[in-house]
């Protein structure tokens, strides 16, 4: 986990360096830091806590400094103090590193550098790097050379900045399994774990990739690999503008993107669907560019994924074995890793991250490409990629990909790249189903149509109902626990509403099959446990009201997601959310909206950080 900037060109650094961990703070929070070369010296400043009280510190100091890196830090190794606060420095405060990753040989070289002399003041794997540059630097080398002899010594995931005192022009960086993107400007260079914080200074952006590393000075970039040789590597354009990661007048940045849905919807449906297919016609419905191969012999889907992206994958196995007929398995990536199911034959595995940077899952999909590696043709891997973001590690993993199209996120807890995530499921089994011919045109035509009505229906929900769902979490503030409950498609958005709420409000929340709650959950309810039942009509709409009605007769106050002009949910619940009437098969992106909203008053009326929710990061870059 973790963020890293770094800065080398004619501007002062710090206040550049502090607007780029503000950009990544939502990787981790709990300490900051920076270190700056000035007048041959490194001043390093750290803070422990949010990267508000290092902005404090700094303040106080007059720093001109035009190199630097900066760290904010979620947790791993060592409390969060601040002696354990990045960046870390050799015995001689020559040195300085910040790191993302985990340096799994820390041990063996801690004890090594000791034995040499280096003198150790933190409990962080990170500090063994600056003592190894040093103990390299040494000998007569280059920085460059002496960053690279340390990287070829560490072994885990880790993307690191360096500077020295000794080196006041260049900064030194190098990735292997952890995020790393270099920013190029006019004289100046940056680099950064994640694009947020190059975009406000340039869109020409180049991520390193496993096993690289660079060196960036006011001059230029030049790129390397571990082994030493020069790489010749370009920059691309990022069609992001800065204003996309601002909270334009929103709160938060959950807010913000909860707004957003509407247009992420309509997004996803512009990339997917083909507008000019009308049944019957011999052209396909769905464009996700995947080729041929996928389609005719599939037996078997699996699904490895993490958090809400697990949520949305269960959403998918329902539409995939529904819409196309083909048994999927969903699986949390961190468990499928350790035990894999046995090999099946024509299996399609597909991750779905959000970030693409998900340490489980993307070890999860390096490991089922590696057994079927040595194969018969017919277990061979197929590996598809559900992301939000392309330039991601998981591109160099999955040979497919379906981009999610929602834009980048900033809130912890996802929202809008959920309800893209699960508009990539809709078509990709509309798109399996259609070839396959398990589903008929006319029925194509109908959920493509229903699809098309959702962004407006959405604004709707936003527009009618977050007023009165805001007052009706001002009534649960103080609340403990809650229950969600659906069935069906909308059983994973009871486990969505129930995360949602836990994430960011620190109240217990479980989500259950509505079905599931007379077999022990039962037991929890009574007068001070709210039940939020999704009830959205279809199969299971009578059999969701009885298991609320189940909940009733404990005492427990009932709110009900859904649909709009509903008598007899009107009697059953004591609070009730209506959203617009949909078919069932597409209700989950309708009634998760209120959940969302649901659980973002309650922590807003809390008072909590929404946005950074405490011990939670964006993606997690660590096993
Ligand atoms: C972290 C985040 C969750 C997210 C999960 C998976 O735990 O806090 O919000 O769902 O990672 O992230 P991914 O990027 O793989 O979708």
Redesign the pocket.
């Known amino acids: 986990m973790c963020g890293i900037v770094g800065y080398v060109g004619t501007q002062a650094a710090t206040g550049i360096l502090l607007a780029g961990l503000e950009k990544l703070e939502y990787r981790g929070y709990d300490s900051a830091g920076i270190a700056t070369v000035l007048e041959g010296e490194i001043h390093c400043v750290r803070a422990k806590g949010k990267l508000h009280n290092l902005r404090e510190k700094l303040e106080r100091i007059e720093n001109p400094a035009q190199i630097g890196i900066g760290h904010t830090r979620w947790a791993t190794h060592g409390k969060p103090e601040e002696y354990n606060a990045h960046p870390h420095m050799d015995t001689a405060m020559r040195v300085a590193v910040v790191q993302n990753g985990i340096i799994e040989n820390y041990r063996e070289l801690r004890t090594e550098l000791k034995q040499l002399g280096h003198e150790f003041r933190s409990d962080t794997d990170t500090e063994v790097i600056p003592h190894l540059i040093a103990e390299f630097l040494q000998n007569p080398t280059s920085f460059l050379e002496a960053v690279r002899q340390a990287v070829n010594k560490l072994k885990g995931a880790f993307a690191i900045a360096v500077i020295s005192a000794d080196y006041p022009d260049e900064l030194i960086i190098a990735r292997q399994q952890a995020p790393l993107a270099i920013g190029f400007g006019q004289g100046e260079f940056f680099c950064a774990s994640d694009t947020p914080a190059l975009v406000p200074h340039t869109r020409a952006v180049l991520t390193l990739e496993n096993g690289e590393l660079a060196r960036l000075t006011p001059l230029g970039v030049e790129i390397y690999n571990f082994a030493g040789d020069r790489l010749k590597k370009h920059p691309r354009t990022l069609s992001w503008n800065p204003v996309m990661i601002e909270k334009q007048g929103f709160r938060h940045f959950m807010l913000k993107e909860i707004y957003e849905q509407p247009r992420v919807v309509r997004a996803c449906l512009e990339a997917y669907v083909n507008d000019d297919w009308h049944p019957p016609a011999s052209s396909q419905p769905i464009r996700l560019g995947l080729p041929g191969e996928f389609y005719p012999d599939l037996a078997q889907i699996q699904i490895v994924?993490?958090?809400?992206?697990?949520h949305a994958s269960l959403v998918g196995k329902y539409l995939l074995e529904q819409l196309a007929g083909i048994p999927t398995r969903v699986q949390y990536a961190s468990e499928f890793r350790y035990a894999p199911p046995p090999l099946t034959a024509n299996t399609l595995t597909i991750g779905?991250?959000?970030?693409?940077?998900?340490a489980d899952?993307l070890a999860a999909l390096t490991m089922e490409k590696q057994r079927r590696c040595d194969q018969p043709p017919q277990y061979q891997p197929r590996l598809l990629g559900i992301t939000n973001r392309l330039d991601s590690t998981l591109a160099g993993i999955a040979e497919h990909m379906i981009d999610t199209h929602a834009g980048i996120e900033i809130g912890?807890?996802?929202t809008k790249?959920f309800i893209a995530q699960l508009l990539a499921f809709y078509c990709l089994a509309l798109d399996l189903g259609y070839r396959r011919q398990t589903i008929c045109p006319n029925r194509v035509a109908e959920i493509l149509s229903g699809l098309r009505q959702l962004p407006a229906e959405i604004e709707m929900i936003l527009e009618i109902q977050e007023r009165y769902i805001q007052e009706l979490a001002h009534s649960f503030a103080d609340t403990q626990a809650f229950i969600f409950i659906g069935r069906g498609i909308n059983f994973p958005i009871a486990l969505e509403g129930a995360l949602k709420l836990k994430?960011i409000s620190y109240i217990h929340a479980e989500g259950y099959p509505a079905g599931e709650l007379k077999h022990g959950p039962i037991a929890l309810l009574d007068s001070k446990v709210p039940v939020v039942a999704i009830a959205m009509p279809g199969s299971v709409y009578e059999k969701v009201l009885s298991n609320a009605q189940e909940a009733k007769a404990r005492d427990s106050r009932l709110i009900g997601v859904t649909s709009m002009n509903n008598p007899e949910a009107a009697e059953v619940f004591d609070e009730l959310i209506p959203v617009p009437t949909v078919e069932e098969l597409l209700s989950p992106i309708i009634s998760v909206i209120p959940l969302q909203l649901l659980a973002y008053h309650i922590a807003a009326r809390r008072g909590l950080d929404v946005d950074q929710p405490r011990n939670?990061?964006?993606?997690?870059t660590v096993e």
């Open positions: 994924a993490c958090g809400t992206s697990w779905v991250t959000q970030s693409g940077e998900t899952t912890v807890a996802a790249t994430e939670l990061a964006k993606s997690v």
